[in-house]
């Protein structure tokens, strides 16, 4: 016996109702919707996040900027996505492409691109490895490797979580395990997952209630009871005899002398909306926090990510700080954040979808120039988008491809000062030069004069035969002059610039001089710096 | 949210104020960008210079010494300026200064690895707590005297890198001089002079059509920076760094060594206006061989630091700039017989600093040891009470709270600090 078909439309349409109520209504607070949400794609997530965006700004009163037009999409969207400016080639090929769906294919193309990987990598390690003396003898590069791939392959988010948090074994057998290497004591442990994966900032918690949130010091303890067992391989050990250090978790608690900083609780552990993990005897009890963790239904997880790639992208999160998410700190639009949040843990917690689906609207394609309306508003409300500034990664990895790699210049790597415990030359060594604070702001210039000091005048930002290799095929000196701007800022030059260009070239009288001076003015410009 | 500057300024207020006269359509004049800043008429900020002995210097072998007793070690005391104050006989240049300095013989403090002790010693917090990177005393001095319009980075560290701004952020990270004789890195142009000011010139240009177009505050800051950066190229205050400008006998009588040529170009840098100085000597980390090596470093040091007391002196800047001698611990009062050349193992539980200058009542002695130098009788001084003492005596509020990116509120000093009185007079 069938069901009429009017019956069966009649409850599709019910839970979609309900669907969309729970939805409307939820809170942070409030259980997830029990309907599972109808699945969006990205195309139609990205119109989702437009109608929200769009909304409020009407709501405001605040008129939005048009579109960026293809030179600013194309640059942005490679910095965003791949880490680094296209080189000249690249940059032609998709201005001069007729092609109406142009931008979306190269998202596309972007997502698949190895660079993608490295990129998010880059990302993720700046925050799960501290640049402290204590890792002063850490080799991330095995976990750099893997991450790559792991990106690159596309790893569901749950399931690239839970590995690093149960990760056992040495950094031979299971890169994965670096991660507890650079946070090596519970309390660490219990801060980074709790920032990064959670978007909670619990150390404060630690020896005190915490004075903004409601999570007492117990419920600290109960979430590093999770990793009071675990081991970690000593690093100057390691290093000294040559072996890979690793992590387990033992039968019992962590004994000795500096096992546990001086404000440890012993409680069972216990996550932090009071789920009380069902332990069988001595077996480990990360998997139980990954397991409680790294689910749909967990009320932290798919938005504490979702909160980054939106910050990444829009150099604001839903919630700011990104890694604060509380009751108190009011999402900008809290709808359309548990939405997207939901949608990213319905497809699989799968990052490429969620980028796309951003980087697909409107909202992200739109210009960062203000109108009257605009200026000044907000940025949180994305009237126009954010101007960020290009994070040392960035830049080194853009100087890369528009001054050609420090390697094929037959140069050796900068020397920078002794670094405690850090890497010198290649782009560690200039990431480490900079010395960001994790927590930096990218709508803020971060360069402080030693590093301006360095982009002006080392030799990596002078190399004249560069720009002689840029030019070389250039029958005129406006063919030059389009050639440079093409490199460096991934644009033909105006009308206004070619001339001034011009003039220049007539000034200095030697091209190869004018050349060279182009050149390293368009890789000093804040147009070069800034993300637009 | 916005780190407050004194006066309830933003970083970005006072880089806007710094760049006075810079404004959307008006980018013209870099090179008077600075100097027409609104004239600060605050009176110039005490200066500190930290002398960082790396690696804990044993306090029995330098300036806590203990004549007679069981584990006295190889030196002799000898008497300073100050009847009563003696201190190890490899300091005989410098003991000549006793009557302007401060021994702090009741150092205390509780980290005995160095790492941390040196984060400890160099922030007043532990590293890591907190989920926090904490800045340095550099940097702390930077952000509250430092003045937006000086042409020179506020903080400048010689030799060792040491610890930088943690969320302070970039503006008050300090500038390090790797080599005092080499000078500062790429601050000579790569290119001719009229060169590069053809090049700085179009940037320029292009720099005002950017904001033009986009407003972005981020590509102000980027102006203003690279506007201070090219004023400090041309500045005459860059000519500190250049230490040819010295005569050979001054250059000889600070000693020709990293040490002290890195302590001649810290006077230099005091006496154009740069808050905060560091310069490191390392090897101070004797577990073996420790009266060699406590000997040759003493003698560095002293060549060095009495040669700057006299200089500061005879330029009227003694009053004015504080001097200090420490590393991250003190070493252990009984000598361990381990290897064929005895030393001293690492050792919070006692030792000692040194000030000088800097305006403090000289000629004392802050905490009194035991008879081995093993425990604090009189006075425990710990890093707390050392951090707010040395902002007091700079003239910087300890109890002001600075903000994370996060929003959190954290003393510049924590709290449980006792001031030293007795030095800030």
Redesign the interface.
């Known amino acids: 016996m069938s069901l009429s078909t009017g019956f069966l439309r009649g409850m599709a349409m019910l839970t979609t109702a309900v669907a969309l109520v729970v939805f409307v209504g939820g809170s942070l607070l409030e259980a997830q919707p029990k309907a599972a949400p109808a699945k969006l794609d990205a195309a139609g997530l990205a119109k989702v996040i437009d109608k929200a965006v769009n909304a409020k700004l009407a709501a405001e009163k605040l008129t939005p900027s048009g579109r960026c037009d293809d030179a600013e999409f194309l640059r942005r969207v490679y910095l965003d996505l791949v880490g680094k400016v296209p080189t000249a080639e690249q940059a032609s090929r998709f201005l001069a492409s007729t092609d109406a769906d142009k931008r979306a294919k190269l998202v596309d193309e972007l997502l698949a691109s190895p660079d993608y990987g490295v990129h998010l990598t880059d990302l993720w390690t700046s925050l799960m490895l501290?640049r402290?003396?204590?890792n002063?003898r850490l080799v991330p590069e095995p976990l750099v490797q893997w991450l790559v791939k792991q990106f690159n392959e596309n790893k569901p988010w749950d399931k690239l979580v839970t590995e690093m948090l149960t990760a056992t074994g040495t950094q031979e057998e299971n890169p994965a395990v670096t991660y507890f290497l650079a946070n090596n004591t519970a309390d660490?442990m219990t801060?980074s997952v709790g920032?990064i994966f959670m978007g909670l900032?619990l150390?404060?918690a630690?020896c005190h209630p915490h004075p903004f949130t409601e999570w007492t010091q117990k419920q600290y303890w109960e979430t590093a009871a999770f990793f009071l067992r675990v081991q970690t391989g000593n690093l100057n050990q390691a290093a000294k005899n040559g072996t890979s250090p690793g992590v387990q978790e033992l039968a019992k608690m962590k004994q000795g002398k500096n096992a546990l900083p001086e404000s440890a609780k012993i409680v069972p552990p216990k996550a932090l909306d009071g789920t009380v993990p069902t332990v069988k005897g001595t077996e480990p009890l990360r998997p139980h926090l990954a397991g409680w963790l790294c689910t749909p239904e967990n009320r932290f997880f798919s938005k504490a990510l979702v909160n980054r790639v939106w910050a990444q992208l829009f150099a604001r999160g839903f919630v700011n700080?990104i890694?604060?998410i509380r009751d108190e700190n009011e999402p900008s639009h809290p709808d359309l954040f548990t939405t997207v949040s939901a949608q990213f843990a319905a497809n699989g917690f799968d990052l490429k979808y969620l980028y796309k689906a951003i980087c697909l609207s409107e909202t992200y394609q739109r210009t960062?120039?203000?109108n009257d309306s605009n200026?000044g508003s907000d940025p949180t409300l994305l009237a126009r988008m954010n101007?960020?500034?290009l994070s040392p990664e960035q830049l080194y990895d853009s100087f890369q491809v528009v001054l050609g790699s420090e390697r094929a210049q037959g140069k050796r790597p900068a020397v920078v000062?002794?670094?405690?415990g850090g890497p010198q030359g290649g782009k560690a060594g200039f990431v480490n030069f900079?010395?960001?604070?994790?927590?930096?702001?990218p709508?803020?210039?971060?360069?402080?004069?030693?590093?301006?000091?360095?982009l002006?005048?080392?030799?990596q930002?002078?190399n004249p035969a560069r720009a002689q290799e840029i030019t070389k095929a250039a029958k005129s000196p406006t063919e030059a002059v389009e050639a440079l701007y093409l490199t460096a800022l991934s644009r033909k030059p105006t009308e206004v610039e070619t001339q001034?260009a011009l003039a220049?070239v007539k000034?200095?009288g030697d091209s190869r001089?004018a050349y060279a001076?182009?050149l390293?003015?368009?890789v000093?410009?804040?147009?070069f710096?800034?993300n637009? | 949210m916005q780190n407050l500057l004194p006066n309830g300024l933003t970083r970005r207020d006072a880089l806007r104020l710094a760049a006075a006269g810079v404004g959307g359509a008006c980018l013209s004049g870099w090179m008077n960008v600075v100097a027409t800043a609104a004239a600060n008429t605050a009176a110039k900020p005490k200066s500190c210079i930290l002398l960082w002995m790396d690696g804990g210097p044993s306090h029995k072998d330098t300036f806590d010494l203990k004549p007679g007793t069981k584990d006295a070690g190889e030196f002799s005391p000898i008497q300073t300026s100050v009847p009563g104050i003696e201190v190890s006989e490899h300091f005989a240049a410098t003991a000549k200064f006793m009557h302007h300095g401060a021994i702090l013989r009741g150092m205390n403090t509780s980290e005995g690895a160095h790492p941390r002790a040196k984060f400890n010693m160099h922030t007043g917090y532990r590293e890591g707590v907190g989920g926090v990177v904490y800045p340095s005393i550099g940097s702390i001095v930077s952000a509250e005297l430092g003045r937006p319009e000086f042409p020179l980075p506020n903080f400048v560290t010689i030799g060792n890198r040491s610890y930088g701004a943690g969320f302070l952020g970039a503006k008050h990270q300090p500038l390090n001089v790797a080599n005092a004789t080499a000078g500062v890195e790429n601050l000579k142009a790569f290119v001719s002079g009229s060169s590069f000011d053809n090049r700085v010139g179009l940037l320029q240009e292009m720099e005002k059509a950017f904001y033009g177009e986009y407003r972005a505050d981020a590509g102000q800051d980027h102006s203003t920076t690279y506007a201070r950066a090219v004023e400090l190229m041309k500045s005459k205050e860059a000519k500190a760094f250049d230490l040819a400008q010295e005569k050979t006998e001054t250059r000889t009588a600070y000693g020709e060594t990293a040490f002290g040529n890195g302590v001649l170009l810290a006077r230099r840098l005091v006496e154009v206006g740069v808050p905060f100085v560091e310069v490191t000597l390392g090897g101070w980390d004797t577990h073996q061989d420790n009266w060699t090596r406590v000997k040759a470093n003493s003698l560095q040091v002293d060549k060095a630091l009495s040669s700057l007391l006299g200089d500061l002196k005879d330029r009227g800047l003694l009053d004015t700039t504080l001097v200090i001698w420490m590393g991250e611990f003190g070493r252990t009062p009984k000598i361990n017989a381990r290897g064929a050349k005895p030393g001293r193992d690492h050792y919070p539980r006692a030792w000692s600093s040194v000030m000088f200058g800097g305006g403090i009542p000289g000629g004392q002695v802050i905490g009194k040891t035991d008879k081995e130098g093993a425990e604090v009788v009189e006075r425990k001084i710990n890093a707390l009470d050392f951090m707010a003492t040395v902002c007091t005596i700079l003239g910087v509020d300890y109890t002001k709270q600075n903000q994370t990116p996060n929003g959190r509120p954290i003393r510049i000093v924590d709290k449980g600090e006792k001031v030293i009185k007795e030095l800030v007079g």
Do not use: Y
Request: aromatic share 6%.
């Open positions: 501290p402290n003396s204590d002063r660490k801060d920032k900032q150390q404060c630690q700080p890694d604060d960062s120039k203000p200026r101007i960020k500034s000062a002794p670094q405690r900079f010395n960001l604070d994790e927590n930096w702001d709508m803020e210039f971060q360069a402080g004069i030693p590093q301006v000091l360095r002006m005048n080392s030799a930002m002078n001034r220049h000034t200095v001089q001076d182009l390293w003015v368009l000093n410009t804040s147009e710096a800034l637009r």
